[in-house]
């Protein structure tokens, strides 16, 4: 069997240096490799690299250290009792600048609802005015199975309202006075969130 003229393809070498070639195919080989230099050095590097791995004597790693190398790259639901920090995003305020379709001019509302996106849920929040301060209440839109709703900050005389979400995954937080807080939501079989609410008042 007459070989192409130009090199030897690699596959052939690695079957040279282990010996797997008929001898006639051998014999063309070699005649090859007495003239192409590159072709030689090659084989040189074929042949070292058999060596090396016929001299390895490292052994396997245990089948269990393997299995828990590959588990780690391995896609897994998140383990209970972990929470995942969200920061909520406004995504729409009833207070903005501009009129939405629907609403009267020259009416101003007695409240504002505001909208915050954070992760899969969404969260309806509203808040109105009242005579002893700022009621703020609002609903999870989304995956919800309880949890609840605080409202931290506002100053050294605002203490941070708590309530629990009811069934319908809504809160209704105690009066606060004006000031600038942080709604903080912990969502028992979802996640834990933080979204930073404009001040009120």
């Not at 915050?116 to 209440?137: K, M």
């Not at 309880?146 to 009066?175: D, H, I, S, T, Y």
């Amino acid at each position: 069997m007459k070989l192409a003229p130009r090199h030897i393809p690699f596959e052939r070498l690695v079957d040279l240096a282990e010996g797997h070639l008929a001898p006639e195919n051998s014999r063309d080989a070699r005649a090859h490799l007495a003239a192409c230099a590159a072709c030689a050095g090659q084989l040189a590097e074929v042949e070292r690299l058999t060596g090396l791995m016929r001299a390895d004597t490292s052994e396997d790693a245990p089948r269990d250290v393997l299995a828990g190398a590959i588990g780690l790259f391995r896609t897994r639901p998140a383990r209970a009792g972990v929470l995942r920090r969200v920061v909520a995003a406004l995504g729409f305020d009833s207070g903005a600048p501009g009129l939405a379709f629907g609403v009267r001019s020259g009416q101003a509302a007695a409240s504002r609802q505001l909208i915050f996106n954070a992760g899969d849920v969404d969260v309806d929040l509203r808040i109105a005015p009242g005579a002893e301060g700022w009621a703020v209440s609002g609903q999870v839109l989304g995956e919800c199975g309880g949890g609840w709703a605080e409202l931290g900050g506002g100053g050294e005389q605002a203490a941070a309202a708590r309530a629990e979400l009811n069934e319908l995954c809504e809160f209704a937080l105690p009066v606060v006075p004006a000031g600038s807080y942080t709604l903080r939501l912990r969502l028992d079989d979802l996640l834990g969130g933080t979204g930073r609410a404009p001040g009120v008042g």
